[in-house]
């Protein structure tokens, strides 16, 4: 078992009862969740028509149900390592129609073999939770190893300098953000050293020098909110 694994217990985090809560929640963590789905549709509309998708740390499919009905004649591969979320997901794509177009793998990326390069990849709020550097440079380069040269990634992450005075600013004013929603001291609390214990947070600067060494031309931030960031790159090596 990796490092990675040892830190982060992936279903003890998303089990049955938090898979099911995950859409809800996210919306109150990350409050433009929505909108960066939609902000990710125009990056991915030069793409075949026939496209090939990966969407790497799949969780319970949004990626997969708003480009799948934008784009009709894509196929998707569908990774994660939580089983409550492949089944979450599975569930979703097939009250959406979609699920005869997705392939399911349940595993690391890093571990799984696919039958052909894919046009384009997503990773939304998925590399953020791996703490080892190598570990972190191997899910990038697993990534890129699966895209055609050219290949689009879009990749969405908390990022950010913890020492320094903009982080706690936008720390204190996300979680500010995260309270309006009604949660007990309790929760918040919790929701608050989950973040502190489970996130691994780096600088821009640090990502993009890991997404060049994974193969990957140096990306552009589209989006933020607080600490949440989102970059567009491609597949150059």
Same mark, same amino acid.
Not at 10 to 28: C, G, P, Q, T, W
Not at 108 to 119: A, F, H, N, W
């Given at each position: 078992m990796t490092k990675y694994y040892d830190e982060f &217990?992936?279903?003890? @985090?998303? #089990? &049955?009862?938090?898979?099911?809560?995950? +859409?809800?929640?996210?919306?109150?963590?990350?409050p433009s969740y929505d909108a960066l789905h939609r902000m990710i549709l125009p990056l991915f509309q030069g793409l075949p028509n026939d496209a090939f998708f990966l969407s790497s740390g799949v969780g319970t499919g949004a990626e997969i149900l708003s480009l799948g009905k934008i784009f009709p004649s894509w196929r998707f591969i569908a990774v994660d390592i939580s089983t409550n979320m492949i089944n *979450?997901?599975? +569930?979703?794509? *097939?009250? *959406? @129609?979609? @699920? +005869?177009r997705v392939t399911?793998? @349940?595993?690391?990326?890093? #571990?799984?073999?696919?039958?052909?390069?894919?046009?384009? *990849?997503?990773?939304?709020f998925v590399s953020h939770f791996i703490k080892c550097r190598e570990e972190k440079l191997s899910y990038f380069r697993s990534i890129s190893a699966n895209l055609k040269i050219g290949g689009v990634l879009v990749l969405a992450d908390l990022f950010g300098d913890k020492t320094s005075s903009e982080f706690a600013t936008l720390m204190d004013v996300w979680l500010r953000s995260y309270a309006l929603h009604g949660v007990s001291d309790e929760e918040l609390m919790n929701d608050r050293n989950h973040v502190n214990s489970d996130v691994d947070f780096i600088t821009e600067n640090k990502l993009i020098l890991m997404l060049d060494e994974a193969g990957f031309a140096a990306p552009i931030r589209f989006y933020q909110t607080y600490l949440f960031g989102g970059w567009v790159t491609t597949r150059v090596v």
């Open positions: &217990n992936v279903e003890r @985090h998303f #089990d &049955n009862s938090l898979a099911e809560k995950y +859409d809800r929640r996210i919306r109150m963590f990350c *979450a997901c599975q +569930d979703k794509t *097939a009250e *959406a @129609h979609l @699920h +005869d399911f793998l @349940h595993g690391r990326l890093q #571990d799984c073999k696919l039958s052909r390069p894919c046009d384009a *990849a997503s990773s939304i």
